[in-house]
């Protein structure tokens, strides 16, 4: 297995709703990462986990909340977003940090 | 700050011509300089990369060019085919450092 699986591909919630995006890899990487990306730009780094422990926060604002609940597993936990946190949201792994980062496709946010 | 600035911001090609992407750096310390291919509404794919230690590096159609004096590189995309069509981010990292420094990505369109 090679590569980076995300779900759901798209969601749609509400600035009340708590949702959960879900992250998996199964190539044994120790790093996985969530990225934002917005139209036309770059992806924005926002979390990295190294050994399943929190390693940078890109001083994200709280309504995300990361988990790692072990090394194959990756979840991005959303509440009280705002309109402007709609985005696709990316997540990646390594072999360990600073290595290839190979990315998944991705779950596109709306929130309304 | 960006730490990678890329250039140009789009290109059009004619199929079978070569495509070529310019990326430029400041920070002596990166070592490792990876280019992504992404289309629209999917992930970024680790297309190629180069590590200082090495001019050139090919990869089928896709090539690096690396100067290592100039503190450049680029992509070239040899017979440019309609399914090359992409936004192409290239970036650069440390040594230990799990942040990817991201240029502003290049849009390639290959007209038939």
Known sequence: ?112 | QQQVKQSPQSLIVQKGGISIINCAYENTAFDYFPWYQQFPGKGPALLIAIRPDVSEKKEGRFTISFNKSAKQFSLHIMDSQPGDSATYFCAASTAGNNRLAFGKGNQVVVIP
């Open chain 1, 1 to 112: 297995d090679t590569e980076v699986t995300q779900t759901p591909k798209h969601l749609v919630m509400g600035m009340t709703n708590k949702k959960s995006l879900k992250c998996e890899q199964h190539m044994g990487h120790r790093a996985m990462y969530w990225y934002k990306q917005k139209a036309k730009k770059p992806p924005e780094l926002m979390f990295v986990y190294s050994y399943e422990k929190l390693s940078i926060n890109e001083s994200v604002p709280s309504r995300f909340s990361p988990e790692c609940p072990n090394s194959s597993l990756l979840n991005l936990h959303l509440h009280a977003l705002q309109p402007e946190d709609s985005a696709l949201y990316l997540c990646a792994s390594s072999i360990k940090t600073y290595n290839e980062q190979f990315f998944g496709p991705g779950t596109r946010l709306t929130v309304l």
